[in-house]
T-cell receptor, first 113, second 115 residues
Framework: KAGVTQTPRYLIKTRGQQVTLSCSPISGHRSVSWYQQTPGQGLQFLFE???????NKGNFPGRFSGRQFSNSRSEMNVSTLELGDSALYLC????????????FGPGTRLTVT | AQKVTQAQTEISVVEKEDVTLDCVYETRDTTYYLFWYKQPPSGELVFLIR??????QNEISGRYSWNFQKSTSSFNFTITASQVVDSAVYFCALTETGANSKLTFGKGITLSVRP
């Protein structure tokens, strides 16, 4: 079974721009979660989508948004990029929402200059 | 609110040594789930184990073992006879149950295994 895939793997953007990251979950998985990983803050939960609905959201400003499509693929968008948004963005999928183990993709490394 | 503390930040051992990675958690729920993940230099988090709050049995998988103690709110991870390939960042994580459950990670422990 193919794992979680994320595109692009690397991205360089300028302050003020917006960016869209994509995640394809493991086949059959309906829950997709997004995390931001930085050296200072560690791994922080952004949001989770299940059956095209946002189920839960972390403590991030409204500039961070996401969506999930009917095939469970998910995108996250960050508008008006700030330098502090530079991070590794990880996507994880699980069979259903809630307490099941999550399987992570390789991440998208976003650099904001 | 749920919280995971991994007090050790970096551990360095020589190959074949045993090493224990500590994890202490806080939660108000009586039902919750604990996890360990490994993040090798390649960056992709790898799932290692999931344990629910009602199952305090220790688990062993090859050179890996986990000790879950509710009395001390700890879920420690031991690698026996460590190998260079075990070098990675290890994260402990917790999720409560309920509509707003989310996975909360500790800060991670960087393990270096020297030949």
């Amino acid at each position: 079974k193919a794992g979680v895939t994320q595109t692009p793997r690397y991205l360089i953007k300028t302050r003020g721009q917006q960016v869209t990251l994509s995640c394809s979950p493991i086949s059959g998985h309906r829950s997709v979660s997004w995390y931001q990983q930085t050296p200072g803050q560690g791994l922080q939960f952004l949001f989770e989508y299940f059956s095209e609905t946002q189920r839960n959201k972390g403590n991030f400003p409204g500039r961070f948004s996401g969506r999930q499509f009917s095939n469970s693929r998910s995108e996250m968008n960050v508008s008006t990029l700030e330098l502090g948004d530079s991070a590794l963005y990880l996507c994880a999928s699980s069979l259903v929402s809630g307490v099941y183990e999550q399987y992570f993709g390789p991440g998208t490394r976003l650099t904001v200059t | 609110a749920q919280k995971v503390t991994q007090a050790q930040t970096e551990i360095s051992v020589v190959e074949k040594e045993d090493v224990t990675l500590d994890c202490v958690y806080e939660t108000r729920d009586t039902t919750y789930y604990l996890f360990w993940y490994k993040q090798p230099p390649s960056g992709e988090l790898v799932f290692l184990i999931r344990r629910n709050s009602f199952d305090e049995q220790n688990e062993i998988s090859g050179r890996y073992s986990w000790n879950f103690q509710k009395s001390t709110s700890s879920f420690n991870f031991t690698i026996t006879a460590s190998q260079v390939v075990d070098s990675a960042v290890y994260f402990c994580a917790l999720t409560e149950t309920g509509a707003n459950s989310k996975l909360t990670f500790g800060k991670g422990i960087t393990l270096s295994v020297r030949p």
